[in-house]
């Protein structure tokens, strides 16, 4: 039989005209006990505060983080004298001897480790309870930004409100009751770090001292490093406002008595003040930025401060709404679906986890003078040697966390990351220079807060990641594909350039004449060479020249679209040229990974580097590259990286990426599964090895909108990867490359409906399946600039 696919096309002058405002269903995450502990507390943020809810009725508290409270300060860990071994290390990879060159690189290329991101303190509240408690339910609204807290006692109903509000960058507390002076509590403010708290008429104020030095995790535990002059201040305040009731000021606390309503207002500030700035000798008066914020604070009341958060939030919130079906799964608590999740089952907490990815990125990530992207945790950390150092990986973590940004219709969001880009050219350059003899600028494997570039410590198996700068690159680009802002392109125009000029200076001929990456290494993977050599320094790994070759390529679209037509432009093109290409095993069919035909030492290390081109570039695609998509579907059967890892952090985002673009959706759904299965807290949050990385949640949701959307490729692509799993549903809001939105219906696995919606008035190409059309849209109002253009296909 025939069927009509009817698909509606708009053009539009502005996004306030984006469909997508009005959510589908509510989203709710809920539970029927307060947390037990860190992963199953409730995030809150705003860009600059985060915080874990934990929702306790005798004891609870929040823990809060700042943004930019990190130990140390800047310091110089240039190193001056790699560049002697330099020749001598290429040179023993080009002759083979891995292991001397590894040697090589390990004792005189590596260097200190990064500072980590501190936790700043807890919001304590004891409160006085008598009788049983009944009822209690804790609750994350996902489309107001708001965490509330409700249970009874003696029947009386008792309600905790908290969010975190960007507008007025504070956390707030709310507290009643439904019968009058019900509300006995302490209120109180502590932290893991140096500190003293005092009390002064109805304000909590707690001050504090970050260390000098923090060590990593993985060196075992060790206490902080602090020394008098050294070492970020800070500062918390906690507003106490009642209605009823007493308030009584103690040395370090506050409690509250017989009160009908009480409020919390928290602020809190640190002394940094830009990367290169000594936070103790330069820093920010931290002390009266609180101050100012508290007086502004007070001359608002409760309403005013919600209804300000809610706006906010939900203008970014409600740009997107997803609908993969209901089975009614929602109706226990969100720890119970993930208790007993079962492949087939809960559609619903597909779209949950969607949401809940699109709530981390607004709330840990939001743009301003001293903003910072969401690293490891996103915002959030609660130890004094956070997981990794709660830092910038940038073999892959960091990125990940906004592979979807822009996709959800949340691009504000991406320029945390891009002035972290800008920041890290300054110390870039100095390391291009002083390490390699080379100009423009690089980062290597990690970044903190001090914008340090050099290789770190341990091994040369992670730190020498050439290509870090060049993929904080892809995402400068990637934000002008999506908003077409010129004015932004010129703006980080040089920074990519930059970035290519220290490629082009330090690119070195392999045994044919390629240009290669030496030393190189493949994300942190040992390889097996046929003689057993098992090893990992190599020269153009198959991901650095993917990788670069995406920087030329950007660079040379941005001279396109700016007008540039000069000297670097031609370079580019010859060394596009010259780059090593990608290969595909004449023995497995696979794609290789190295320059040579060898075999991963660890077939099941979960990561494949090799894929960069398929998730993140657009190298290799099903459409214009069959061989090299082969290729690596045999490397994925090989491999099965969805298996390892517990499928979260990395593992599970580059798997479900993978299929996604090779748009398989029954593979997809099975990297979901295990993903769901296996990677999951009970808050929702992504384990990794038993820490919360958030890259496992956001990179997921990159997923979940690829799985509907593609545009990477040239074209819009329309339900490209849609598991059988969600065979009706719905969808508004996605952004598509040159400045489209797109909305979709579907029923039983078919499309019956998309509207997309042009803001910039490009021309695009849009498939389904088998069909294309090419449409012609100008920049216009939609009530005038409607078409209907129908498909016709045979099922």
Not at 16 to 42: H, M, T, Y
Not at 294 to 323: F, M, P, Q
Not at 407 to 432: F, Q, Y
Not at 710 to 739: C, D, F, M, W
Request: glycine share 8%; aromatic share 10%.
């Amino acid at each position: 039989m025939n069927k009509l696919i009817i698909i509606t096309l708009l053009a539009i002058l502005t996004t306030s005209c984006v469909a997508g405002k009005d959510e589908l269903k509510r989203s709710e995450i809920w539970f029927d006990q307060p947390a037990a502990n860190w992963n199953e507390a409730i995030p809150i943020g705003n860009g600059t505060l985060g915080g874990m809810v934990y929702g306790g009725v005798e004891s609870d508290t929040i823990k809060i983080n700042e943004e930019t409270l990190w130990s140390g300060e800047p310091r110089d860990l240039q190193n001056y004298e790699a560049i002697k071994y330099l020749p001598e290390i290429r040179q023993l990879l080009l002759d083979g001897k891995t292991h001397k060159a590894e040697k090589l690189i390990n004792s005189k290329m590596l260097g200190e480790y990064n500072e980590s991101y501190m936790p700043m303190g807890d919001l304590v509240i004891n409160s006085d309870i008598n009788g049983k408690v009944e009822n209690y339910e804790r609750q994350l609204d996902l489309e107001h930004g708001l965490v509330t807290v409700s249970y009874s006692i003696n029947n009386i109903e008792f309600k905790k409100e908290i969010f975190a509000s960007f507008p007025d960058k504070t956390i707030v507390v709310k507290l009643s009751a439904d019968r009058s002076g019900q509300l006995n509590f302490t209120t109180s403010l502590t932290s893991l770090l140096h500190h003293k708290v005092e009390v002064k008429g109805n304000q909590v104020i707690l001050r504090g001292n970050a260390p000098k030095h923090v060590y990593p995790n993985y060196l075992g535990k060790k206490p902080p490093v602090y020394e008098d002059g050294h070492g970020m201040r800070f500062q918390m305040n906690v507003l106490v406002r009642n209605k009823g009731g007493e308030v009584i000021s103690e040395a370090d606390k506050i409690t509250v008595s017989n009160a009908d309503e009480v409020e919390l207002i928290l602020t809190a500030a640190t002394s940094f003040n830009g990367f290169d700035k000594n936070p103790f000798t330069e820093g920010k008066d931290y002390k009266a930025i609180c101050e100012r914020q508290i007086a502004a604070l007070e001359r608002s009341d409760y309403e005013e401060l919600k209804s300000r958060h809610i706006n906010d939030y939900s203008e970014l919130y409600g740009r997107v709404s997803l609908d993969l079906g209901e089975t009614g799964a929602d109706t226990l608590p969100v720890n119970e679906r993930i208790k007993n999740y079962k492949p087939g089952q809960d559609p619903e907490l597909t779209t949950l986890y969607f949401n809940f990815g699109r709530y981390l990125l607004i709330s840990s990530s939001r743009p301003g003078k001293f903003a910072q992207p969401a690293n490891l945790q996103g915002i959030w950390s609660r130890n004094l040697q956070p997981a990794w150092s709660a830092n910038w990986t940038l073999n892959c973590n960091a990125e990940i966390n906004y592979w979807g940004v822009e996709i959800a219709n949340l691009s504000e969001c991406h320029l945390p990351l891009v002035k972290l880009t800008k920041e890290l050219t300054v110390d870039g350059a100095r390391t291009a220079r002083n390490m390699y003899g080379a100009g423009g600028w690089i980062a290597h494997h990690n970044a903190d807060i001090w914008r340090t570039t050099t290789p770190v410590g341990g091994s040369g198996l992670w730190a020498i990641f050439q290509v870090g700068s060049a993929w904080l690159c892809h995402h400068l680009w990637e934000h002008y594909e999506f908003t077409l802002d010129k004015e932004y392109l010129k703006e980080v125009y040089p920074v990519m350039k930059g970035a290519a000029q220290f490629y082009i200076d330090n690119l070195q001929r392999d045994e044919d004449g390629f240009l290669v990456t030496n030393p190189s290494e493949s994300f942190e993977n040992h390889f097996k060479k046929p003689d057993g050599t098992v090893g990992w320094a190599c020269v153009g790994a198959t991901e650095d020249m993917q990788i670069i070759r995406d920087l030329f390529r950007n660079c040379k679209l941005a001279n396109a679209e700016l007008g540039i037509n000069d000297e670097f432009d031609a370079k580019l093109d010859e060394y596009l040229a010259q780059l090593l290409p990608m290969r595909i095993s004449p023995t497995t069919g696979r794609l290789q990974e190295w320059r040579y035909d060898w075999e991963p030492a660890y077939r099941n290390s979960g990561q494949l580097g090799h894929g960069w081109g398929l998730a993140v570039g657009n190298q290799i695609t099903p459409l214009e590259t069959p061989e090299l998509a082969e290729a690596f579907i045999k490397t994925l059967e090989y491999r099965k990286p969805w298996e390892t890892n517990e499928c979260s952090s990395w593992t599970g985002s580059f798997s479900a990426k993978f299929w996604t673009r090779l748009w398989n959706g029954k593979m997809l759904q099975t990297v979901f599964d295990n993903h769901f299965e296996q990677a999951v807290f009970p808050n929702l949050t992504s384990n990794f090895r038993g820490f919360w990385m958030i890259d496992g949640n956001l990179g997921i949701m990159s997923a979940i909108a690829e799985m509907l959307l593609q545009s990477h490729t040239g074209e819009i692509v329309l339900l490209p990867a849609l598991p059988s799993k969600y065979p009706n549903g719905e969808v508004k809001g996605l952004r598509a490359r040159n400045g489209f939105v797109v909305d979709m219906k579907w029923e039983n696995s078919e499309l019956t409906e998309a509207v997309i919606y042009s803001e910039q008035g490009k021309d695009c190409k849009v498939r389904y399946k088998e069909k294309v059309i090419t449409l012609n849209l100008k920049k216009g109002d939609k009530s005038t600039l409607t078409i209907n253009l129908i498909f016709k296909r045979e099922i």
